[in-house]
């Protein structure tokens, strides 16, 4: 899904697929409902040219979060209720990740 506006997620089930988010420019990527993966989905991939990037929902299960990308000041937060494993992380400021079992990060530039 790709937006020249602010994109606000419903709830969401992926399922086994992909999900690829893009706002493009100064816009936002948020959310009023869960995103719910599947343990063997394949990346969820959230990008904003500079604005933030807020998936803070406490039932969220984003096993694979793939490859948040914000190269503004602005910053990227998400929470899973499970682990989470995060891909090559392109941000231009903080990273806030809560995971209740625990994160693996596998790159950063």
Known sequence: MTDANAIVLGTSSVGTGTLTVTATGANTITQTGAITQVAAAGA?????????ITLTNAGQQLHRCGEPDNT???PVQITDTNAIQLGTIN??????VNAVRDHAERGRS
Do not use: R, V
């Open 72 to 74: 503004g000041a602005n």
């Open 91 to 96: 941000i231009g400021n903080n990273l806030t």
């Open 44 to 52: 969820a991939s959230f990008t904003t040219g500079a604005g933030p």
